[in-house]
């Protein structure tokens, strides 16, 4: 590092003319200046501001899975990176509620003015969306063109080009995929693993088929949520099955990458998988952070609106309840719980493939 020569100053140093002078209210153009303009302002600025450096990390995360391969080191960064995000995104979550000290009838007096700006136009939001993997085929039906229509030309061209390009949930899947752990050894983990989760399921049916609390009706949906479980399950281990219910949107991973993680998940504590583990559970806590955003906006949204539409066009806090359900990226590592089993019905691993799994020196 070098020897600083210039002295620093604190205003220049952040540009602070340039940011302290960034907030133009709408209102005050027609002659009625909005007090809560300057909060509504500073709040979406704030955002802002995060956006660029969630993006700012994301995207060394990302190019580092761009990669044939990924160094252990490498993997530390990048879960501390993740660690980051997810603590911007539990600030970002907290942010709302200073939006909400504003009241509906405060925000109606210079609403208007912002006709048609809306969230739709943050650019930074949608570039987060699709690097993460929110890709315009997973979008809900209104949202594939609704935000696109609403870009100028450059925006529209820059979020088309990072559609083309790998995003995290797609290189990650890659990155589990290629795991070499199941293929080095004769033992048949999965076999072991398919009679457990066979007993593991029966139990199950006979909970339900003998429970007299339940009422004809609750049995028979009981049974239908069972027989889906079960035919998840049996997917798992039936390379076709699995790819047809992929194709039906019930999984999201390749079949590969699903097993990884897995077994990732069935054996955490092996030092092997402690960063791998740290990884799927930093990058569903950003699945679970941005959901909640969603949720807290919606309701804020609702709070603002009610039933009114957005700035943006859309019907406001409906469009945006249901972006909460369904925009979701890394839904597998949630779901993946179903097919947890218990540390007790878990095969005991064959020496050779526990050497694998730890550090041994000799
Ligand atoms: C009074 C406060 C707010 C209201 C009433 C509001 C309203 C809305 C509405 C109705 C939409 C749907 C699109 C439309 O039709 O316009 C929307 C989208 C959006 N808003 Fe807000 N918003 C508020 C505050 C914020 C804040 C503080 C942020 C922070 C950046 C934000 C970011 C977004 C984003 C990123 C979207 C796009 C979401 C998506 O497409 O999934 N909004 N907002």
Same mark, same amino acid.
């Given at each position: ?15 602070? /003319? ?25 709040? &979406? ?10 993006? &700012? ?36 979550? /907290? ?32 570039? $987060?969306?699709?690097?993460?993997? +929110? ?5 809900? /039906? ?25 995003? +995290? ?21 999965? #076999? ?10 029966? /139990? ?34 039936? &390379? ?16 590969? #990458? ?5 077994? !990732? ?6 030092? !092997?998988?402690? +960063? ?15 959901? !909640?955003?969603?949720?807290?906006? #919606? ?20 469009? $945006? ?7 979701? !990226? ?6 993946? #719980? ?7 019905? +878990? ?16």
């Amino acid at each position: 590092m070098k020897k600083n020569i210039e002295p620093c100053y604190y205003g220049d140093y952040l540009q602070l /003319d340039k940011i302290l002078g960034a907030q133009k209210l709408q209102s005050a153009k027609y002659g009625e200046p909005a007090h809560e303009e300057t909060l509504f302002i500073i709040v &979406h600025q704030v955002y802002e501001l995060w956006f660029k450096q969630v993006l &700012h990390e994301l995207n060394t995360v990302i190019d580092t899975f761009n990669q044939e391969t990924v160094k252990d080191q490498q993997l530390t960064q990048v879960v501390l990176r993740l660690q980051r995000v997810i603590q911007i995104q539990r600030l970002m979550n /907290d942010q709302i509620a200073i939006m909400e000290t504003m009241t509906p009838q405060q925000f109606l007096s210079f609403r208007d003015y912002l006709v048609p700006a809306s969230g739709f136009q943050s650019i930074q939001f949608k570039r $987060l969306e699709i690097s993460l993997g +929110l890709k315009r085929e997973y979008r809900i /039906d209104f949202d594939q063109q609704s935000f696109y229509n609403r870009l100028n030309d450059d925006d529209r061209a820059l979020l088309e080009g990072l559609e083309k390009k790998p995003s +995290l949930f797609e290189l990650v899947d890659k990155w589990l995929s290629r795991m070499p752990l199941l293929k080095t050894t004769d033992f048949d983990f999965w #076999a072991y693993y398919k009679s457990a989760a066979d007993e593991m399921l029966s /139990d199950d049916r006979n909970t339900i088929a003998t429970n007299d609390t339940l009422s004809d009706a609750d049995k028979r949906q009981e049974m239908k949520d069972w027989q889906s479980t079960r035919d998840n399950f049996d997917a798992l281990f039936e &390379h076709q099955q699995y790819e047809t219910l992929r194709e039906e949107g019930k999984f999201r991973l390749s079949h590969e #990458a699903m097993l990884s993680a897995l077994f !990732i998940k069935q054996y955490s504590e092996e030092p !092997i998988f402690n +960063l791998p583990f740290q990884l799927i559970t930093a990058l569903t806590e950003i699945d679970e952070q941005l959901t !909640i955003w969603r949720y807290r906006h #919606a309701m804020m949204v609702q709070r603002m609106l009610g039933t009114k539409i957005g700035t943006g066009g859309s019907s406001g806090h409906h469009y $945006l309840k249901k972006t909460t359900e369904s925009n979701r !990226i890394f839904l597998d590592f949630f779901n993946m #719980a179903t097919f947890l089993l218990p540390k007790h019905a +878990l095969p005991t691993l064959p020496d050779p493939v526990r050497k694998m799994l730890g550090f041994y020196l000799n």
